[in-house]
């Protein structure tokens, strides 16, 4: 147990707001970056260069939870500062990589420490704070991978201007700084044996799984058919063997017994199909702003941002919404058919000729609009209604779910894309991914409905082994 007098929390918390930003902003810098690592490491296909993207995303999903239940076993501060070494040290070895595949392979081991930083970030803060303060930290700690979102893309430009190779550069003083200030300010917390050991092997299971799905995505072009459908059929029986072995293991990676939780399945539901559309729409963004229209990287940055500027303001109306009593699910609903009728209009109005303002900057800010309904009100929806002692188990697997649902979108806005040649062929294949996008977005506003919790409903306690600390519980029903 910490000592909460005896520690400054000002700097603990702009150290632990800095781990969540850093995991954060590379889920988002990269896609900005995608174009100039293609032409730097030429005779690699679109499918072969999503592997930048997904390699990050799959891991990370993986072993989010697994990493925080570690921490909590054996310290929290521990598993921070091995998170922040790892990722810092692999953002080096990705800044030097000498080939494509070096560069996968680096931006694995740097998902590994990003899996690491939120859950001990997200821990150690509740240690640091008394009750009465943890809402409003959990709220900046939440805020700035938000602002990592946001900020992805315009920053990623800016760096990429000079190199792509920046992209990952500018994480090693931040996070050399980043450890010498976490020795110094943050202090150590943990549950020790009563916190069990995860399942480990049932995380490596689960992202053999996704991985083979998103390979038989993206390679659905360059394979012959049953080579692809013995990847899924793979994917399948892999994935099907995580979920028995779920069954089975007394701390699994995803319990089955919250998914029997209404709101929880189907905010996870929704968050995954959302983010499969989300994921897609923002490549398909970045590649048309580059490929077809040819703007700069800092170009291409600047004209995503105004999508994510409008997440704040919205984020806030969603919040009032549902505090004046409109349910969860419509709000959601609200946001996701928003999202497809962005993409609609992008799909139908984009030329070869670039006009920003006219053909895709609507687009973007009805978009950025709707991801500001959804996305917030999923996630702080996701647990109304899960048990005491799951709260902060549900935020994670929901977090998972986010971040399966990225790789997937990734897998599929290449896969419909192609290898087109020519303009009109290229004009097809993107019409065709952002009509794909629009319908993810529709079965997400469905989905979205069924979240609407029943308060009249008392909650029941679930089976399970693990008992999640007080605190936790309370930080996570903070961000809601």
């Known amino acids: 147990m910490v000592q909460q007098s005896q520690v400054r929390s000002g700097p603990a918390l702009a150290v632990l707001c800095v781990a969540s930003f850093m995991a954060g902003l590379d889920l988002f810098i990269v896609n900005v970056a995608f174009d100039d690592i293609g032409r730097d490491f030429r005779g690699e296909s679109l499918a072969d260069l ?26 929290r501060k521990s598993g921070l500062l091995a998170g922040l070494v790892v990722f810092t040290l692999a953002s080096q070895a990705c800044a030097a990589a000498p080939s494509l595949w070096w560069l996968v392979a680096f931006r694995v081991l740097q998902a590994v420490g990003a899996a690491a930083l939120i859950p001990t970030s997200l821990g150690l803060l509740l240690a640091v704070f008394p009750p009465g303060r943890r809402a409003g930290a959990v709220r900046i700690w939440s805020a700035s991978s938000a602002l990592a979102a946001a900020a992805g893309p315009a920053l990623g430009g800016v760096l990429v201007d000079a190199s792509w190779r920046w992209v990952f550069e500018v994480n090693v003083p931040i996070g050399l700084l980043a450890v010498l200030l976490a020795l110094r300010c943050v202090p150590d917390s943990r549950e020790g044996a009563a916190a069990r050991v995860p399942d480990l092997p049932g995380a490596a299971v689960l992202t053999a799984g996704i991985a083979l799905l998103a390979l038989a995505l993206v390679k659905i072009n360059d394979w012959p058919a049953q080579r692809v459908l013995l990847a899924v059929a793979a994917a399948v029986v892999v994935l099907g063997g995580f979920w028995a072995r779920s069954v089975r293991h007394p701390s699994p990676v995803i319990e089955p017994s919250l998914l029997a939780v209404r709101t929880f399945f189907w905010s996870n539901a929704a968050i995954l199909l959302f983010t499969v559309a989300f994921a897609a729409n923002l490549l398909l963004g970045v590649l048309w702003m580059q490929q077809i229209w040819h703007y700069s990287a800092i170009r291409t940055g600047l004209g995503v941002a105004p999508g994510p500027l409008m997440v704040p303001p919205m984020a806030l109306i969603a919040g009032k919404l549902a505090a004046r ?55 702080s929806a996701s647990a109304a209604d899960l048990p005491d002692g799951r709260f902060a188990t549900g935020s994670a697997v929901v977090n998972m779910s986010r971040q399966v649902g990225s790789v997937l979108g990734v897998s599929l806005a290449v896969a419909v894309l192609g290898a087109p040649r020519g303009y009109d062929d290229a004009h097809t294949g993107y019409v065709h991914a952002w009509l794909v996008v629009g319908a993810f977005m529709v079965a997400a506003a469905a989905a979205g409905l069924g979240m609407s919790p029943r308060r009249s409903r008392p909650r029941q306690s679930l089976p399970g082994p693990e008992h999640i600390p007080e605190r936790e519980q309370e930080a996570v029903a903070g961000t809601s």
């Open 50 to 75: 999503s592997w930048v993207l997904n390699g990050y995303a799959i891991v990370f999903a993986a072993l989010l939870v697994p990493l925080g239940r570690l921490a909590d076993r054996y310290g």
């Open 325 to 379: 009593g409109v349910p969860v699910g419509r709000i959601t609903a609200a946001g996701c058919l928003m999202c497809a009728l962005s993409v609609a209009l992008i799909a139908t109005g984009l030329g070869q000729t670039p006009a920003y303002a006219s053909e895709l900057l609507p687009g973007w800010l009805i978009g950025g609009t709707g991801v500001g309904l959804a996305l917030p009100t999923i996630l």
